[in-house]
């Protein structure tokens, strides 16, 4: 066993000494694990442990049990020793639910022959066909008679919400961190929100078995990130364990053990829940479920006191909120990877209530004889906004469609908002149309998606930023941190597009597989659109992750108006071959033959800046002359499918979007003076 330990006096040196220092405590040394730091008052020491001491587990006490720092209204009185309770945090696509999928199969919680679902806390319908995590979910693993109550949470940036809410139930987390690519933005958000909160941190890296893997270089910058954001010195000493949740194989060193056992022991080490056996019953609801047979049901984590079916409780959103009764029809908790049922759930574990009909996400379950409500649930605030509103298109009311009202279509909203907490709905000068509000164009497409798959028709408008009011009056929008992966020989095209976008290039970092990580701060507003342009330009091979930075003054210099125009059509009735085929000299289709379009209706993208009208449902003239060369659909080239995604990109402020269950639809805003206002245009 060697150990090295660097001492300097911490006040005078900066951040960048105490990088050096641990490289240096490497480079004297290649057996020595992660160089960490332990600190006080008077100076930091730098020292690192043999590669056999592993992860650490004599933190502490500090740090070790801080994990309820931010519940003020809980006394230190006493730690339950057979409950842990952490959330899994990270970047998008760096593997949280495969590898709680192996933490489930490796748990020992299931017989030989019962058959674990991939990926099976992504149970939503949306959640399986995109590949990610939309909302927080809860299950529980036993292991050495420790029940661990495990939170998967979205890695991606608008679902942040999902998050910041669930990091309320849970004493410690466990940050994944891709062993190639390293830190993210969505991993400094997180991260961030995690030490704020006092949270114990669990740092694993994951997917070390890719080909152009770089844990050690993922370790240093991730020691970098901790060193920026900590809020203690005690929070830049992490554990540090390495995995492949897909080969459900950990261990202390990236050579992996045969399982996950290091990685289930440095959990079992983990922050104990601190409770006060004494003090009256406290639980804040996290979580909203529902189910048909007993209603709706409110998941929370209990800081003191228990819950009991059949006891009559009270229930309210903070200290001026209305105290409101109800009766527990029911209690459960998590076991085992399933929900069961139990007659009474306590201190410092996780439960579901029902009985609360009205129950709202920050409400406190209390005691009708002491109420001691927590402060409500805050998340960041929304930084894009769009309407949604009646159909009012020529073909309103033809689809399969059964909710189609202002009123179903307001009610569906109100009922999103009472679940997510980063969503907000607000009235408009119309009574048809209501103004929503989400952390980017994905969040709200995900609302618009499920919306569309229960069964409603409306119409939305194009997204557009939330602007804020300076302190002296300026107008401030938001800005957002981006990281594009790309090909190296694409790299000059993605810059090329970032930069007419008015974004500043903050860093490059060239990895070893041939590919670059580009980094970017640039306003939420010349975000808008860029994917789809990205993925353009990088023939399919840009990876474009983005999180919300800050809001800085609007920028003036950048130009919202579209680069080119769209085809638009002029009269109704049914597409026809022959007017498809001279559209599509005029620029590039979104519709195929014999599909229904009206005036006003978006039918492809002009090559030229500017709306140009087009008559798609021309029929070429009978005559009695055989054409010499006739022409078939198959001449027609490069029609156009757009997704979800694609439509809320294209469109603009002039133009709307149709939602139905079966179709989408792009129109423009103004159905009437289109071929008017076009001819216009022509003339300037």
Same mark, same amino acid.
């Given at each position: 066993m060697c150990t090295l330990v660097v001492v300097f006096n911490m006040w005078k040196a900066p951040r960048v000494v105490l990088q050096i220092a641990c490289q240096s405590a490497r480079s004297l040394c290649p057996l020595l694990h992660r160089p960490w730091l332990i600190s006080n008052s008077r100076g930091v020491f730098v020292s690192s442990?043999?590669?056999?001491?592993?992860?650490?587990?004599?933190?502490?006490?500090?740090?070790?049990?801080?994990?309820?720092?931010?519940?003020?209204?809980?006394?230190?009185?006493?730690?339950?020793?057979?409950?842990?309770?952490?959330?899994?945090?990270?970047?998008?696509?760096?593997?949280?639910?495969?590898?709680?999928?192996?933490?489930?199969?490796?748990?020992?919680?299931?017989?030989? /022959?019962?058959?674990?679902?991939?990926?099976?806390?992504?149970?939503?319908?949306?959640?399986?066909?995109?590949?990610?995590?939309?909302?927080?979910?809860?299950?529980?693993?036993?292991?050495?008679?420790i029940k661990v109550n495990v939170l998967d949470t979205p890695g991606h940036a608008d679902f942040g919400g999902e998050v910041e809410r669930i990091l309320n139930m849970v004493d410690g987390v466990l940050l994944l961190v891709d062993a190639q690519e390293g830190p993210m933005p969505q991993t400094r958000f997180v991260l961030k929100k995690a030490l704020g909160l006092g949270l114990?941190?669990?740092?694993?890296?994951?997917?070390?078995?890719?080909?152009?893997?770089?844990?050690?270089?993922?370790v240093d910058t991730t020691f970098d990130l901790f060193?920026?954001?900590?809020?203690?010195?005690?929070?830049?000493?992490?554990?540090?364990?390495?995995?492949?949740?897909k080969l459900g194989?950990?261990?202390?060193?990236?050579?992996?053990?045969?399982?996950?056992?290091?990685?289930?022991?440095?959990?079992?080490?983990?922050?104990?829940?601190? +409770?006060?056996?004494?003090?009256?019953?406290?639980?804040?609801?996290? /979580?909203?479920?529902?189910?048909?047979?007993?209603?709706?049901?409110?998941?929370?984590?209990?800081?003191?006191?228990?819950?009991?079916?059949?006891?009559?409780?009270?229930?309210?959103?903070?200290?001026?909120?209305?105290?409101?009764?109800?009766?527990?029809?029911?209690?459960?908790?998590?076991?085992?990877?399933?929900?069961?049922?139990?007659?009474?759930?306590?201190?410092?574990?996780?439960?579901?209530?029902?009985?609360?009909?009205?129950?709202?996400?920050?409400?406190?379950?209390?005691?009708?004889?002491?109420?001691?409500?927590?402060?409500?649930?805050?998340?960041?605030?929304?930084?894009?906004?769009?309407?949604?509103?009646? /159909?009012?298109s020529p073909f309103?009311?033809?689809?399969?469609?059964?909710?189609?009202?202002?009123? +179903?279509?307001?009610?569906?909203?109100?009922?999103?908002?009472?679940? /997510?907490?980063?969503?907000?709905?607000?009235?408009?000068?119309?009574?048809?149309?209501?103004? +929503?509000?989400?952390?980017?164009?994905?969040?709200?497409?995900?609302?618009?998606?499920?919306?569309?798959?229960?069964?409603?028709?409306?119409?939305?408008?194009?997204?557009?930023?939330?602007?804020?009011?300076?302190?002296?009056?300026?107008?401030?929008?938001?800005?957002?941190?981006?990281?594009?992966?790309?090909?190296?020989?694409?790299?000059?095209?993605?810059?090329?597009?970032?930069?007419k976008a008015k974004g500043e290039m903050l860093n490059m970092e060239f990895n070893a597989n041939g590919t670059s990580n580009i980094s970017f701060k640039i306003t939420t507003r010349g975000l808008i659109g860029m994917r789809n342009k990205i993925l353009t330009a990088t023939r399919g091979h840009g990876v474009m992750s983005t999180a919300f930075d800050t809001y800085e003054r609007y920028n003036t210099s950048l130009n919202d108006v579209k680069e080119f125009g769209s085809l638009v059509g002029s009269d109704e009735g049914v597409a026809k071959t022959y007017a498809l085929l001279s559209a599509q000299n005029r620029g590039e289709l979104f519709v195929h033959p014999a599909e229904k379009v009206y005036k006003g209706m978006i039918v492809g993208l002009h090559q030229r800046a500017g709306d140009l009208p087009v008559n798609v449902c021309r029929a070429k003239q009978q005559s009695n002359v055989r054409s010499a060369a006739p022409k078939d659909v198959g001449n027609i080239q490069g029609i156009k499918s757009l997704s979800l995604d694609d439509c809320l990109e294209y469109i603009d402020s002039s133009e709307m979007l149709e939602v139905t269950p079966s179709e989408l639809r792009l129109r423009k805003r103004d159905l009437v003076n289109i071929k008017q206002k076009t001819m216009k245009d022509k003339k300037k």
């Open positions: 442990g043999s590669v056999c001491q592993g992860v650490r587990v004599g933190l502490s006490s500090t740090s070790t049990n801080a994990g309820h720092a931010h519940n003020s209204s809980v006394t230190e009185t006493h730690f339950v020793d057979n409950i842990r309770n952490i959330a899994v945090i990270a970047h998008v696509d760096h593997g949280k639910t495969t590898l709680v999928d192996g933490l489930l199969k490796q748990s020992g919680n299931y017989g030989e /022959n019962e058959e674990v679902a991939e990926r099976v806390m992504d149970s939503g319908d949306i959640e399986k066909e995109r590949g990610i995590t939309i909302l927080a979910k809860n299950t529980a693993i036993e292991r050495d008679g114990q941190v669990l740092v694993c890296i994951n997917k070390v078995d890719k080909p152009a893997a770089r844990p050690d270089w993922v060193a920026e954001l900590a809020v203690s010195d005690e929070q830049l000493d992490f554990p540090t364990v390495y995995a492949s949740g194989r950990a261990g202390l060193t990236p050579q992996l053990d045969d399982d996950l056992s290091c990685l289930f022991d440095a959990i079992l080490d983990m922050p104990k829940p601190r +409770v006060d056996p004494t003090a009256p019953l406290v639980c804040q609801i996290s /979580n909203l479920g529902y189910d048909s047979f007993s209603g709706r049901s409110a998941i929370g984590r209990i800081m003191s006191g228990s819950v009991r079916k059949g006891q009559e409780l009270g229930v309210q959103m903070g200290d001026g909120g209305k105290l409101r009764k109800f009766r527990v029809s029911k209690v459960h908790v998590f076991s085992k990877g399933k929900d069961i049922e139990v007659d009474e759930a306590f201190a410092g574990d996780i439960c579901t209530v029902y009985g609360i009909a009205d129950a709202r996400i920050g409400d406190t379950v209390v005691d009708l004889g002491d109420p001691r409500p927590l402060r409500p649930l805050e998340v960041e605030p929304p930084t894009v906004k769009m309407t949604f509103g009646v /159909n009012t309103a009311g033809q689809s399969d469609a059964k909710l189609l009202t202002s009123a +179903v279509i307001k009610e569906r909203l109100l009922k999103e908002t009472l679940t /997510n907490l980063a969503i907000r709905v607000d009235k408009t000068d119309s009574a048809d149309e209501m103004l +929503v509000s989400g952390r980017g164009t994905l969040q709200l497409g995900i609302l618009i998606e499920e919306m569309r798959r229960e069964g409603y028709e409306f119409q939305v408008s194009a997204p557009t930023v939330v602007l804020k009011e300076g302190a002296n009056g300026e107008r401030l929008e938001p800005v957002e941190k981006v990281t594009i992966e790309v090909p190296e020989e694409y790299q000059s095209s993605v810059i090329d597009l970032m930069n």
